[in-house]
Nanobody
Framework: QVRLVESGGGFLQAGGSLRLSCAAS???????????MAWYRQAPGKQRELVAS???????TYADSVKGRFTISRDSAKNTVLLQMNQLKPEDAAVYYC???????????????WGKGTLVTVSS
């Protein structure tokens, strides 16, 4: 009943920019609150890795490989998280997944939710 939907993936050449968006939504009548949001990525044959995260207080963290090139931000009013990716490299190519820790009453505590992913392809 609560889902994350990513958009913005695509194909581009190295050096280009792309912005990913992820929106959290729920079926009618379901209320939820978001604790933290993040972007992960998984390239073929590799493990899923954390790219960037943003807390409820807007504290951000980044993987070393994307520092200075990627920026994560959130629009709490729209339950949306964005990932601005600049100076893309071929090694950034992967399926990018949105992740969120959310509280969905009456379930106690927070739970992990994942989007289905959006593909980013970068040619050299």
């Amino acid at each position: 009943q609560v889902r994350l939907v990513e958009s913005g993936g695509g194909f581009l050449q190295a050096g280009g920019s792309l912005r990913l968006s992820c929106a959290a939504s729920a079926a009618s009548g379901i209320e939820f609150s978001i604790s933290a949001m993040a972007w992960y990525r998984q390239a073929p044959g590799k493990q899923r890795e954390l790219v960037a995260s943003i807390s409820r207080g807007d504290t951000t963290t980044y993987a070393d490989s994307v520092k200075g090139r990627f920026t994560i931000s959130r629009d709490s009013a729209k339950n949306t998280v964005l990932l601005q990716m600049n100076q893309l490299k071929p090694e950034d190519a992967a399926v990018y997944y949105c992740h969120s820790k959310m509280r969905v009453p009456p379930i106690p505590g927070t739970r992990d939710y994942w989007g289905k992913g959006t593909l980013v392809t970068v040619s050299s």
